[in-house]
């Protein structure tokens, strides 16, 4: 595997206002792909069914990968803890505003839209930074 440029996940945000962190919506995909409905059902598996995007994280990190041969501006979704591997690839046509958000803050949260969606090609994820 070549180079990556990995950023800092928070684990969760205190009880914070609306305004007072930004939200972002993105697609993740290839999510199906090569035994990564394993790694997304470990993951929905470690959150024990308890889905509470106020106080629960992901330990989705986000992950830069310039030297990918399909695709230079590639971000890999991954799954860091018990459950470890690539979950998916940012799509290409959020990668330009989730490289911006990502150069410009200190540490994000990363949570799926909804936890029913996992098994299919793409899911929805929300990346939240102060």
């Not at 930004?22 to 959150?47: A, H, L, P």
């Not at 992901?58 to 590639?74: F, G, I, Q, V």
């Not at 150069?103 to 969606?117: A, H, I, P, S, V």
Request: glycine share 8%.
């Amino acid at each position: 595997m070549g180079k990556t440029v990995k950023h800092n996940n928070l684990r969760s945000f205190k009880k914070a206002q609306e305004g007072d962190y930004k939200k972002m919506s993105f697609v993740c995909r290839g999510c199906t792909m090569r035994g990564r409905e394993q790694i997304w059902q470990g993951f929905i598996s470690s959150i024990a069914g308890k889905w509470d995007q106020e106080n629960d994280n992901s330990y989705m990190t986000l992950e830069e990968e310039p030297e990918n041969r399909y695709d230079p501006n590639a971000i890999m979704v991954v799954c860091r803890g018990e459950f470890f591997g690539t979950m998916g690839y940012v799509g290409k046509e959020y990668t330009k505003a989730v490289k911006e958000v990502l150069d410009r803050c200190e540490c994000y949260r990363l949570d799926m839209e909804d936890d029913q969606e996992c098994g299919n090609r793409e899911i929805n994820l929300v990346l939240i930074w102060k």
